[in-house]
Nanobody, 121 residues
Framework: QVQLVESGGGSVQPGGSLGLSCAAS????????MGWYRQAPGKERELVAT???????NYADSVKARFTISRDNAKNAVHLQLNSLNPQDTGVYYC???????????????WGQGTQVTVSS
């Protein structure tokens, strides 16, 4: 019922920047929190940043000074600006949306397909 389409991944050198975007489409009643998670090879998926429908943000300590999450509610989209990238930022970045598609069932998480971010010399 909710599809998340991501764009903006790629390969950059240390110190470089990338911008990731994610747009939600489909049949839904409301989208609450949107955010980004990442998973490095051999590691568990971890939170990067989230933003509520009201604009309240939450960042992992490791990215708070370097990444910025923003949201366009009219377009049902979320963006992540990644600056001062280092090799430890390498991984698959996933877009997530907490959305409601029915008034009689609880809202739940929907995930994008993931986009690769590679930071290397």
């Amino acid at each position: 019922q909710v599809q998340l389409v991501e764009s903006g991944g790629g390969s950059v050198q240390p110190g470089g920047s990338l911008g990731l975007s994610c747009a939600a489409s489909g049949r839904f009643l409301s989208i609450y929190t949107m955010g980004w998670y990442r998973q490095a090879p051999g590691k568990e998926r971890e939170l990067v940043a989230t933003i509520s429908s009201g604009g309240i943000t939450n960042y992992a300590d490791s990215v708070k000074a370097r990444f910025t999450i923003s949201r366009d509610n009219a377009k049902n989209a979320v963006h992540l600006q990644l600056n001062s990238l280092n090799p430890q930022d390498t991984g698959v970045y996933y877009c997530k949306a907490l959305a409601r598609t029915s008034w009689v069932t609880p809202s739940h998480d929907y995930w994008g397909q993931g986009t690769q971010v590679t930071v290397s010399s």
